[in-house]
């Protein structure tokens, strides 16, 4: 076992679910963990970890979703992990989220890391196979949140949303799980 291999399942073990998908979901990624020769690659045929975040601005009133380019739906910034990231799933989504919005982000300086976990199915492209995302969840602020743009190549439009309003847009009930657990990040009495 690596150092980012070790390490990464010292962040699942300390990972506390929220729900019972969540739950099942962890001990899913635990068993990967453990199991997967390469759990970063895109070249794990199965199954591979990958990085998300919950961008907020530094109010904490506006979260950015993104219109996903290949999945056509609105979700949070995110992707797969790089050589660069060295193991770490912080690094990845700090990353994506950059990349994604155009925004200087930083971890929230006091939620849960990671914030949530989830797996989710991609489907099969001419180029790949379907198979699963093991997706690390983090909530992070835009210290620049007038900086905003997204990139043509991985999506149709990015937006800073009002909590009401993205919940809306959360087509499943894990993205509305993760909208809510960064919600109260910043106001805990929002629920």
Not at 79 to 98: F, P, V, Y
Not at 142 to 166: N, R
Request: proline share 8%; hydrophobic share 40%; net charge negative.
């Amino acid at each position: 076992m690596t150092e980012s291999d070790s390490s990464l399942a010292g962040l699942l073990a300390r990972h506390v679910p929220t729900d019972a998908k969540e739950r099942e979901d962890l001990e899913r990624m635990r068993a990967f963990a453990a199991r997967l020769s390469r759990p970063f690659s895109r070249a794990q045929p199965e199954a591979h970890f990958t990085g998300s975040a919950v961008v907020v601005d530094p109010t904490g009133n506006r979260v950015v979703l993104l219109h996903h380019g290949k999945l056509k739906r609105w979700l949070q910034p995110g992707g797969h992990a790089d050589e660069a990231d060295a193991g770490s799933m912080e690094a990845t989504a700090l990353r994506e989220a950059q990349e994604e919005t155009g925004c200087r982000v930083k971890l929230h300086p006091s939620a849960p890391r990671p914030l949530d976990v989830d797996i989710h199915t991609i489907p099969a492209r001419k180029d790949e196979p379907e198979h699963l995302h093991l997706d690390v969840r983090y909530l992070v602020v835009a210290e620049d949140p007038e900086a905003l743009a997204h990139d043509p190549a991985e999506s149709f439009g990015a937006q800073w949303l009002e909590w009401g309003a993205a919940l809306e847009r959360a087509d499943e009930p894990p993205l509305r799980r993760l909208l809510e657990k960064a919600r109260s990040a910043f106001h805990p009495t929002s629920r």
